[in-house]
């Protein structure tokens, strides 16, 4: 198997008695674009410095390109980060000069590329000017910008829409989508639902640091449902095709596939026909991040406390 | 790559507010000697040579206004890469912490001998109405003090004040090292300087204890004035505080999470 781009085993943190993020474990694999998702405090932030190696894990393993980022720090020459919100520089320098003083400390920068990841980020024309007078949403950029300073092959950012008005989020998040096409993993965290909904792979929900489900958009955006007149034989007939259907389930009386292929989509009515199944409709199945969400972060709540949500969550209504 | 970082570390510090301050003053301080009517009603002496008044700046000024300058410069070093945020996002570089620490170290062991050229300059530029021929009596920093052991040459008077000014520089490194301990402990400024100068004024009050007397931090601080003899151990004592100092920042900021 090959070596996932970011990897955390067991990862747990805790400052005296609280822990902050307690048995995490995930893979982010190259040209993956993984969220980290949760509440204020669900130590979303805290996953994120750990990978980075600038906190250090109560127990648990984390690794970068297989290499844990304490014990091989030039590991970090493939990792371009922004762990800041808004990003950190130093205000008495130029945008420029912020990204030659980060291309010396990360050796092998190729002459040319700050111009052209200044360009990158719609920045040229602010490169001379003092970081001190850019607004939140100019740093933000410039903080994606030396994330990418040096190609690297793992990406990880803190809240990126941070500060940021809908035109520099479109930019940056057609940044981050290009790395990823290029094989950069990409690790973010992020309140953004709709964020996510757009580009990432998968998305991790976290609640009081603990994994409480991890979702594969790519799976989602993909998936339909169907009401059949036996939803229980229709699961059947779908469950024995395993090469036209990747996973069917049942949900709210009806049944959820998702097709191999798009050609396959069309196999599945003759599939259902043939098991004498009739199918009444057939619908793309829109993922409502949000409300499923709500309805995870709602459920682990009262599942914690033993009270019952107060309000209605129940706009999903149904399971992973 | 630790030459990368000094370079870094040399053009921050000249953007320190405390070391523009600082410097600013110890230009302008020795005009106070040069200059002040009432020294002799105060004191008991006036000034007969030009090299006289270094040494009036650096008695004056060793115990509590050089102490303070460069904690609060050590500190700030530290203190603004934390206020700024800049400290994590310069460590997720392909950067050791220890090497980085190292560079600030470096820097603040450097810095007390720059400030202190500084202040040997200035106090003899404002010197120069006095003259600076030979004279009879001392510079101060001899081992005769102010009214010295008879005639001495503009060399011997200028030796005198540059071994007493190196001296000085060396005492004020552990100071250093000392506050850039606690900006790593309480990782602010604020912090780091104060604590660095609470345990001075501590240490100041532990003479009571006569043993311990000539191994304490601030019994340094006079080696400017240590006779000839002494000098070795003064040394290597300062250079035990300023290592104790510098290894126990490196160890704790080793385990510091960001």
Request: proline content about 5%; glycine content about 10%.
């Amino acid at each position: 198997m090959a070596t996932p781009a970011i990897a955390s085993d067991a990862l747990t943190k805790s400052y005296g008695n609280r822990t902050v993020v307690d048995d995490f474990t995930f893979r982010v694999n190259p040209g993956e674009v993984y969220a980290l998702v949760g509440p204020n405090g669900a130590g979303k932030t805290t996953v994120i410095r750990l990978v980075a190696g600038l906190a250090f894990p109560t127990s648990g393993q984390v690794s970068i390109l297989g290499k844990d980022p304490h014990q091989h720090p030039a590991v970090r020459r493939e990792l371009g980060a922004v762990v800041e919100a808004p990003a950190a520089f130093y205000p008495y320098l130029s945008g420029r000069a912020n990204l030659r003083l980060h291309a010396d400390l990360a050796g092998g920068v190729e002459p040319g590329r700050i111009d052209e990841v200044l360009r990158l980020m719609e920045l040229d024309d602010a490169g001379e000017r003092k970081v001190g007078v850019y607004s939140l949403g100019m740093r933000q950029r410039l903080g994606v910008a030396a994330a990418i300073l040096t190609r690297p092959k793992v990406l990880m950012l803190d809240e990126p829409a941070s500060g940021m008005d809908p035109l520099s989020l479109h930019l940056v998040h057609s940044v981050l989508r290009k790395a990823a096409g290029e094989g950069t993993a990409v690790l973010l965290s992020t309140h953004h639902l709709d964020e996510v909904v757009a580009y990432c792979t998968r998305v991790a929900i976290l609640e009081e640091g603990v994994l409480i489900d991890e979702v594969n958009l790519f799976d989602r955006r993909e998936r339909f449902r169907v009401r059949v007149t036996d939803t229980s034989r229709g699961l059947h007939a779908l469950e024995a095709q395993p090469e036209a259907v990747t996973h069917a389930t049942i949900r709210g009386g009806e049944l959820v596939f998702i097709p191999r292929t798009n050609e396959d989509l069309g196999a599945v009515s003759s599939i259902l026909a043939a098991a004498g199944v009739g199918v009444l409709e057939m619908n793309r199945d829109i993922f409502d991040l949000r409300a499923y969400y709500r309805e995870r972060v709602s459920a682990e709540r009262a599942r914690r406390t033993g009270v019952a949500p107060a309000t209605d969550v129940s706009g999903y209504g149904g399971q992973a | 790559m630790i030459l990368t970082l000094l370079r870094m570390e040399f053009a921050k510090i000249w953007r320190l507010s405390s070391v523009r301050f600082g410097l600013a003053l110890l230009v302008v301080f020795p005009l106070l000697w040069a200059y002040a009517p009432g020294i002799f009603e105060v004191y008991g002496f006036f000034l007969v040579s030009g090299f006289q008044v270094p040494a009036l700046s650096l008695l004056s000024s060793m115990q509590f206004l050089l102490p303070l300058l460069v904690a609060i410069s050590a500190a700030e070093l530290l203190g603004t890469e934390i206020a700024n945020g800049t400290l994590p996002t310069i460590l997720l570089r392909p950067v050791t912490r220890p090497n980085w620490l190292a560079a600030k170290l470096i820097v603040i062991a450097i810095y007390p001998f720059i400030m202190l050229l500084v202040f040997l300059l200035a106090s003899l530029a404002a010197g120069i109405p006095f003259g600076f021929a030979g004279f009879f009596g001392g510079t101060g920093l001899g081992e005769a003090g102010l009214l010295g052991q008879g005639m001495l040459t503009p060399g011997q008077a200028f030796g005198e004040l540059l071994r007493g000014y190196l001296l000085a520089a060396l005492a004020l490194i552990p100071i250093g090292m000392l506050a850039l301990l606690f900006t790593v402990v309480f990782m602010n400024a604020a912090g780091g300087a104060l604590a660095t100068l609470a345990s001075l004024i501590f240490m100041q009050l532990l003479v009571v204890f006569p043993a311990i007397e000539p191994f304490l931090l601030t019994t340094q601080l006079n080696a400017y004035a240590a006779p000839g003899g002494e000098t070795a151990w003064v040394v290597a004592l300062i250079a035990l505080y300023g290592a104790l100092f510098a290894a126990l920042a490196v160890v704790l900021f080793e385990r510091k999470d960001f």
